[in-house]
């Protein structure tokens, strides 16, 4: 299944504005790709390689199926609606310069491009907001975004007829098979010297996982 969508959502940017704005949802996905697939393997009684199996060596080579699921799906907007912009602070505020905010290939260390804001944390205090500062910097951007979700699940499959049309299938799955890191959100709190990076221990997703049923 294919899936694109555009999420949007009214929210007000300063508690005493007199219209909202709007922008995209926390949970605008443009797209998401989900692919499954089963494949019965060609070796036993009755199939192509192998057809005249029969007892032990048919139990052996028989019955055997690969099942795949592929899913993608492009990353939430980066919620940048932790920046700090009420009236009057003194510490921890950001300011647009202006410029892309987003980059071509982010990293764990540079996620998004931080030169396009400045901190009074890491220039001259007299950047500090005014009194009654109003905010015009959206919450999300649609080019800002956090990682993408890219996992394969694969499940190697074996049924053993008993009698009749009694089966007894066994089971190996492996979640997220090829240990694919969901990373979590970027820093985005002003007061924060690791602002614009990924720094979270644990991925956000199940790192790989086996199990046999």
């Known amino acids: 299944s294919i899936l694109c969508s555009e999420v949007e959502g009214m929210q007000y940017l300063n508690a005493a504005d007199a219209e909202p704005t709007r922008m995209i949802s926390d949970l ?83 996620w998004f491009n931080t030169d396009a804001f400045t901190s009074i944390l890491t220039d001259s205090s007299t950047n500090a907001a005014p009194v009654n500062h109003l905010r015009t910097f959206p919450y999300r951007l649609d080019d800002v975004r956090r990682d993408s979700i890219n996992n394969i699940d694969l499940s190697l499959i074996k049924d053993i007829l008993i009698k009749g049309d009694v089966r007894l299938q066994l089971r190996a799955e492996f979640i997220n098979a090829f240990n694919e890191a969901y990373f979590p959100n970027p820093v985005v709190g002003a007061a924060s010297s690791t602002f614009g990076q990924v720094t979270a221990s644990n991925q956000d997703n199940y790192a790989r996982r086996a199990q046999i049923g």
């Not at 799906?73 to 410029?99: E, H, I, K, R």
């Open 28 to 110: 605008d996905v443009p797209h998401r790709l989900s692919l499954s697939a089963i494949l019965e393997l060609p070796f036993g009684k009755g199939r192509r390689f192998l057809s005249d199996a029969d007892g032990f060596l048919n139990a052996l080579v028989g019955g055997w199926q690969i099942q795949g699921v592929y899913t993608y799906q492009s990353g939430f907007p980066v919620p940048f609606g932790s920046f700090a912009v009420t009236a009057g602070t003194t510490t921890g505020d950001l300011f647009y310069n202006g410029g892309d905010i987003s980059i071509d290939n982010p990293t764990t260390d540079r």
